[in-house]
Nanobody, 125 residues
């Protein structure tokens, strides 16, 4: 069984920080590129960030550059999303996803093999 489980979401104030975690049950976690997506209320799902197999290459959507950091710990089979300087517009359900390939165009479109259940993040003004 392949499964991703997100955690760390919650209610915070604008300007606060929050770290999301995604625990993976993948047999070979280090063979998967990982990504974060979010689904804001009243909007469509959007790509947030992705990281390659070894963690030495990352890519972010423009709206979170300089504020969010994606990282991974292959020894713990976990990927993280550190979110700083949170804004109300960051409010969304956040999802992690995994795929054996790391092609930016494909990942940004949401074509990944495995998805988690999501964790909600609410940022109040």
């Amino acid at each position: 069984q392949v499964r991703l489980v997100e955690s760390g979401g919650g209610l915070v104030q604008a300007g606060d920080s929050l770290r999301l975690s995604c625990a993976a049950s993948l047999r070979t976690f280090s063979s998967y590129a990982m990504a974060w997506f979010r689904h804001p209320p009243g909007k469509e799902r959007e790509f947030v960030a992705t990281i390659n197999w070894t963690g030495d290459s990352t890519y972010y959507v423009d709206s979170v550059k300089g504020r969010f950091t994606i990282s991974r710990d292959n020894a713990k089979n976990t990927v993280y999303l550190q979110m700083n300087s949170l804004k109300p517009e960051d409010t969304a359900v956040y999802y992690c996803a995994a795929d054996r390939s790391w092609a930016l165009a494909t990942i940004r479109q949401g074509y990944l093999e495995v998805w988690g259940q999501g964790t909600p993040v609410t940022v109040s003004s």
